[in-house]
């Protein structure tokens, strides 16, 4: 099982960025699938971002493209979600969590239900 651990979560007012953060117990490069969600108040969990093991290949949901920013930095075993021009609609709790190997189907990337390991979540709020 790999321990994840969000962080970089805040307030922010419409229009600005936050950095998270999720930092994993062991080497995820080449062996994990990283993915980040959030959940708000009385709605399902739902894909944000996805990135394949290598890191070469990422998944956006499409209310986040070209405003949100997976990445990771594989020698501090860390995945990094760059969030910009941030909205209301964005509030949320946001989760990372992998999955062993490479998801196949483009349906599952951003599925909550193909991810087997999750952090506890960090609180993102955006005021208008």
């Known amino acids: 099982q790999v321990q994840l651990v969000e962080s970089g979560g805040g307030s922010v007012q419409a229009g600005g960025s936050l950095r998270l953060s999720c930092a994993a117990s062991v080497s995820t490069y080449s062996r994990y699938s990283m993915g980040w969600f959030r959940q708000a108040p009385g709605k399902e969990r739902a894909g944000v971002a996805a990135?394949?093991?290598?890191?070469?290949?990422?998944y956006y949901a499409d209310s986040v493209k070209g405003r949100f920013t997976i990445s990771q930095d594989n020698a501090k075993n860390t995945l990094y979600l760059q969030m910009n021009n941030l909205k209301p609609e964005d509030t949320a709790v946001y989760y990372c969590a992998c999955a062993a190997g490479i998801i196949v189907g483009t349906s599952y990337r951003l599925n909550p239900s193909a991810y087997t390991d999750w952090g506890q979540g960090t609180q993102v709020t955006v005021s208008s």
């Open positions: 990135i394949s093991p290598s890191g070469g290949t990422t």
